[in-house]
């Protein structure tokens, strides 16, 4: 027993550092000066912890910050509004056309975004949303393909016999699904509310694509890639805005994920 | 369930319709005298340090022309531009990185055609130099002018040689001496690195070299018919059998970031190279102690009267079709691309080649800095050239370069046959593109 | 007491008040783009003049297309190749953390870091690490005497060089796997292991059939994620050939080296939005999209009984 716990964590403490060591990278980075950025050197000659400084010098971090966060809490909550029900739907009521309309949400996250953007881009411009995130999180108010799927999968975990016995018992299916059903789903939606969260925050394409020409509504990631000069991209600058970036959602992930751990146990009723 | 996807069918057909941008007529001109006044949005692609010296020079135009105001717009690309013009909307004026776009933008009507404005206020053109009026006009459609430009040339380093090679022949001959080799064979130093995508070495960068032509009159692919590509491409290859294509590949797999520190020039692993005019601040800033000498491309061996020319390109700017305010637009940039003053400031300012040839002739501090007139004498001499302009963009060079890294890998077959298939791909992506 | 057809109404309405506003969406983002790129396949378009009908000559030029041919054999390969990796490299790694009670949330977040991180900041660091002469990976493979292969820089390896990428980024499948793996009723393994199973019995009665339908899923979005996997790749190639570059940029030696990671959506946003040729762009996003639809059609009909 000691010997398979040792094993364990001498496992996961080398798999820990492997995938520390980037992120290390851009820590060191970050505290460099511009003319030893990505070259050979790795460690700072010289610490410049006034890099940090020069983030929010150089670029409102705080309004990026916050318009990070409206974003990402907007979507997510959107999301899980929308999702959450559809995916209950899909998993555990039987209706004619069903699987029809999973595979065709399925089929949602199949046109490359390059192309979808074009008409919907338009679409937009005519509602006079261009310039804002709006076209960004409205949508999720209608579900999200991927999230969809993945609350549907866990969903479909939950054995029948819990939510028989809440209809026996009167319980209509928003009943069931509210009272019964999202207790147990929590993995699952905490899960899905989570990538929902994290998608949204490190989004680039989608905020440079509607909001790039109103820089009151720019998010972190647009921040990021203005630290460069005509020819070249300040590298140390760069590093330390993104680990100032990832701070945040560091920290919402490390409480999210006790969220994991079942707090109901579900005891033998399947098999 | 018919009646379902019926309705899905007749919203999806309304969804097109509003797809469909409505046409806008064409703003007529406005007759000369009239002062131009309102507010214009102006939008380009530089950040930081660089936008403020843009806004500098705005500040100087709105203090000469207090009717107009101008609200400016930094980190935009071209991307960004066409779908905000495409949508109806989008900036009075557009600030693109290169020529890529003047082709796709003029064939498309994305930025209008200033040589009506052009006619009405007396512009004299031939104040731009040839290679850059070339590249900022279409099939006869004057759609941009020319902001600054990037001229590339020879850089050399002056402790492993004195005088830089004039021809080709040369260049190779400097080559092989300088290149050192440690025991195992591997590069250590190499005199001249000639693989096709290493930093700034590109066919745009080094076609001026033997003249070599990319597009035909009609718009159609040169690269397979011209013999001037062939010339260049046998050079090559011979160097790079002289070095082993696999040493080399290895050799530049080892080598830093070209806008680091680590720059291989800049860290003497490289002993000549070619780039453009920026690498001067680079240098100075980061490389203190490699005395670099800049100079013109070398020539071929055919032609070595050539000698004195390079590569030009630049940024252009334009005013887009859904220009709120015309006319207005056409004052900022009438004063952004020819107005002497404005442009040998914002040149110094940037570090950049100015565009207009009065510039040219005073052009302040810049002229003063003998590294950096070498490339102001580049800009100037006739035999410098630049890439054509074309309604596919950056493709033709593109697909060149696409063919040239499994050539140089020696799995491109015969070059002959091999240019004349990147001649017809390039040909139907023109078709393609409308 | 309600007639069969009303409680039938009654249903449909529950159905519906679940599924509404998802069937909004459905027609705006799948129906909408969808018939409109089927259109656009048949147009020259350029984004700014209304499309111009041009009938199948996007789709002729697409069956002698020779840069298709390489992308889609890239993009495919990375497929067959990154999909399976990663949900291995998940399980594994999530059986790993699920035996942990103390630190596991250390742990998880450690794993889940690079995910976390900026794409285009951390696939710059990960390759940057990887380079032949300046990294230190090939340095410290050099201490223990191996010769290190050139990574991102060689044809043959830079493939295989972002599915590593793409096992460093392993943490957001990870966490689907473990949540599953949390929820598999501990009675079961205990029912099994009182039948005298062992532990890899026990894996494949107990675990594997508990997970199924987490695991389908990430095989059906590892594949139509993969299909359109772009922004590493140009990343990976632009710091490769020494041309790091920020935001979107997608250098002109797109695919270095000799074209290796040169992927579909690579070829289908250059042809579009650089050589401004959106018809073209549609047709090939269409068939990306009827290529991705029946694989996923494949694969959920062989595991359906995981659906």
Redesign the interface.
């Known amino acids: 027993m000691r010997l398979a716990f040792v094993a364990?964590?001498s496992?996961?403490i080398a798999?820990?550092v492997?995938?520390?060591?980037?992120?290390v990278?851009?820590a060191l980075?970050s505290f460099m000066s511009s003319d030893q950025s990505?070259?050979?050197n790795?460690w700072p000659t010289s610490w410049h912890p006034g890099n940090y400084v020069e983030v929010f010098e150089r670029t409102p971090l705080p309004r990026y910050l916050l318009n990070t966060a409206l974003y990402a809490t907007g979507a997510t909550l959107f999301m899980l509004?929308?999702?959450v029900?559809?995916a209950?739907?899909l998993a555990k009521?039987r209706?004619r056309g069903r699987?029809a309309?999973f595979?065709?949400?399925?089929?949602?996250?199949?046109?490359?975004?390059?192309?979808?953007t074009?008409?919907?881009y338009l679409?937009w411009a005519n509602y006079g949303l261009t310039g804002s995130l709006w076209p960004l999180v409205l949508?999720m108010?209608?579900?999200d393909a991927?999230s969809?799927?993945?609350l549907r999968?866990?969903l479909?975990?939950i054995p029948d016999e819990y939510l028989d016995a809440a209809r026996v018992d009167g319980c209509?299916?928003?009943r069931t699904l509210l009272r019964v059903v999202l207790p147990m789903a929590r993995?699952?939606i905490?899960?899905a509310a989570?990538?929902q969260f994290?998608y949204a925050w490190?989004d680039?394409?989608g905020p440079?694509l509607y909001t790039s020409e109103n820089e009151s509504a720019w998010t972190l990631?647009l921040g990021?890639?203005s630290?460069?000069t005509l020819h070249a991209?300040e590298?140390n600058i760069?590093?330390a805005a993104?680990l100032l970036?990832?701070v945040p959602?560091?920290v919402v992930?490390?409480f999210a994920?006790?969220a994991?751990?079942?707090g109901v146990?579900?005891?033998?009723v399947?098999? | 369930m018919p009646s379902i996807s019926r309705k899905?069918a007749v919203?999806?057909a309304i969804?097109?319709v509003s797809?469909?941008?409505p046409?806008e007529a064409e703003k007529p001109v406005a007759s000369p005298g009239t002062e131009a006044s309102g507010t214009v949005e102006f939008w380009h692609f530089f950040t930081d340090r660089e936008a403020k010296a843009i806004d500098t020079i705005v500040a100087d135009f709105k203090a000469s022309h207090p009717k107009i105001d101008v609200v400016v717009k930094s980190g935009q690309?071209d991307?960004k531009m066409?779908?905000a013009?495409?949508a109806g909307q989008g900036p009075d004026i557009g600030l693109s990185y290169s020529t890529?776009t003047v082709g796709?933008f003029c064939?498309?009507?994305?930025w209008l055609d200033l040589e009506q404005y052009i006619e009405r206020d007396g512009v004299d053109l031939n104040k731009l130099p040839a290679t850059v009026r070339s590249y900022t006009e279409f099939k006869g459609r004057r759609c941009a002018m020319p902001f600054l430009a990037d001229t590339y040339g020879f850089y050399y380093n002056k402790a492993l040689l004195p005088t830089p090679p004039r021809t080709l022949s040369e260049l190779t001959e400097t080559a092989k001496r300088l290149t050192k080799r440690k025991p195992d064979g591997t590069i250590e130093r190499a005199g001249f690195l000639p693989l096709?995508?290493?930093?700034e070495h590109?066919p745009s960068h080094l076609g001026p070299a033997v003249g070599a032509k990319w597009l035909n009159d009609d718009g159609t692919s040169a690269i397979g018919s011209d013999p001037a590509w062939l010339e260049l491409l046998e050079w090559q290859k011979e160097l790079i059998d002289w070095y082993g294509y696999d040493k080399l590949?290895?050799f530049?797999?080892?080598?830093?970031?070209?806008?680091s520190a680590?720059n291989a020039f800049h860290k003497g692993q490289i002993a000549m190279m070619v780039d453009g005019e920026y690498r001067i601040a680079f240098l100075r800033d980061q490389a203190k102690d490699v005395k670099f000498g800049t100079a013109p491309l070398p020539v071929s061996d055919a032609h070595p009267d050539w000698y004195g020319g390079g590569y030009v390109t630049g940024n252009v700017i334009g005013v887009s079709?859904t220009a709120k305010n015309p006319e207005a637009a056409w004052e900022l940039i009438r004063y952004l691309t020819t107005d002497t003053g404005a442009i040998v400031k914002l040149a110094n300012l940037i570090k950049n080649v100015p565009s207009t040839t009065d510039a040219l002739a005073a052009p302040g501090d810049l002229g003063n800095d003998p590294d950096f007139k070498v490339f102001l004498d580049i800009f100037a001499h006739p035999h410098t050239s630049t890439t054509p302009p074309s309604?596919?963009?950056?493709?033709y060079?593109?697909a060149f370069?696409?063919y040239l890294?499994?050539y140089q890998?020696g799995?491109g077959g015969d070059p002959g046959p091999g240019l004349k298939d990147v001649d017809k791909?390039i040909n139907?992506?023109v078709?393609?593109?409308? | 007491m309600t007639t069969l057809a009303q409680r039938r109404r009654r249903?449909?309405l529950?159905?519906l008040?679940?599924?509404a506003?998802?069937?909004?969406?459905?027609?705006?983002?799948?129906?909408?783009?969808?018939?409109?790129?089927v259109?656009?396949s048949f147009t020259?378009f350029?984004?700014?003049?209304?499309?111009?009908w041009v009938g199948l000559?996007?789709w002729e030029?697409l069956l002698q297309?020779?840069?298709v041919r390489t992308a889609a054999a890239n993009t495919l390969w990375l497929v067959a190749v990154l999909v399976p990796a990663r949900m291995l490299g998940a399980l594994a790694?999530g059986m790993?953390?699920a035996?942990?009670k103390r630190?596991a949330?250390l742990?998880?977040?450690?794993?889940?870091?690079?995910?976390?991180?900026?794409?285009?900041?951390?696939t710059?660091?990960?390759v940057?690490?990887f380079?032949?002469?300046?990294?230190?990976v090939n340095s410290l493979l050099a201490e223990i005497g191996i010769q290190g292969p050139?990574w991102f820089?060689?044809?043959d390896w830079a493939k295989p060089s972002l599915v590593l990428l793409g096992l460093?980024g392993v943490?957001?499948l990870m966490?689907?796997f473990?949540?599953?793996l949390?929820?598999v009723?501990?009675?079961?393994y205990e029912?099994a292991s009182l039948d005298g199973a062992n532990a890899a019995h026990q894996f494949r009665y107990v675990t594997l059939p508990?997970i199924a339908?987490?695991v389908?899923?990430a095989a059906?979005?590892g594949v139509?994620?993969t299909?359109?996997y772009f922004t590493q790749a140009a990343v990976a190639a632009s710091?490769?050939?020494?041309?790091?570059?920020?935001?979107?940029g997608v250098s002109?030696?797109?695919?270095?080296?000799?074209?290796s990671t040169f992927t579909y959506?690579l070829w289908?946003?250059?042809?579009?939005?650089?050589?401004?040729?959106?018809?073209?762009?549609?047709t090939l996003?269409v068939v990306?999209?009827v290529v991705?639809?029946a694989v996923?059609?494949v694969l959920?009909r062989r595991f359906r009984s995981f659906?």
């Open positions: 364990r964590h496992i996961a798999l820990g492997m995938f520390l060591c980037p992120i990278f851009l980075t990505l070259t050979s790795l509004l929308a999702s029900p559809a209950y739907a009521l209706w699987t309309v595979v065709a949400i399925v089929c949602m996250m199949m046109l490359p975004p390059q192309v979808t074009v008409p919907l679409m949508p108010l209608l579900g991927f969809i799927f993945l999968q866990f479909l975990t209509g299916e928003w993995p699952g905490a899960a989570m990538f994290f490190n680039y394409y440079l990631s990021l890639a630290f460069r991209v590298w760069v590093s993104t970036t990832m959602i560091v992930f490390f994920q006790k994991f751990v079942r146990t579900l005891t033998g399947k098999g | 899905m919203i999806a969804a097109l797809a469909c941008t046409g690309d991307t066409l779908q013009i495409g890529d796709k064939a498309s009507g994305a096709f995508g290493f930093y590109s590949e290895k530049r797999a080892s080598l830093g970031d070209e806008w680590d079709k309604a596919v963009g950056p493709a060079e593109e370069a696409t890294q499994k890998a799995k791909q139907q992506l078709q393609l593109a409308g | 249903d449909r529950t159905v008040s679940f599924m506003p998802v069937l909004l969406g459905l027609l705006v983002f799948l129906v909408y783009p969808l018939v409109a790129s259109y656009f020259t350029d984004l700014v003049n209304t499309p111009r000559r996007n030029h297309d020779a840069n790694t790993l953390l035996r942990f630190g949330g742990y998880r977040t450690l794993f889940y870091l690079p995910a976390l991180a900026p794409p285009v900041a951390a710059l660091a990960f940057f690490l380079k032949p002469g300046t990294g230190p050139l820089n060689s044809p460093w943490g957001d966490i689907i473990l949540a599953a949390l929820d009723p501990k009675e079961q029912a508990n339908p987490v389908l899923f059906v979005t139509i994620q299909l359109q710091v490769a050939s020494g041309q790091a570059t920020t935001g979107g002109s030696t797109f695919g270095y080296p000799e074209g959506p289908l946003y250059v042809v579009g939005f650089r050589y401004g040729a959106l018809g073209y762009a549609n996003a990306l999209f991705a639809a996923t059609v959920l659906l």
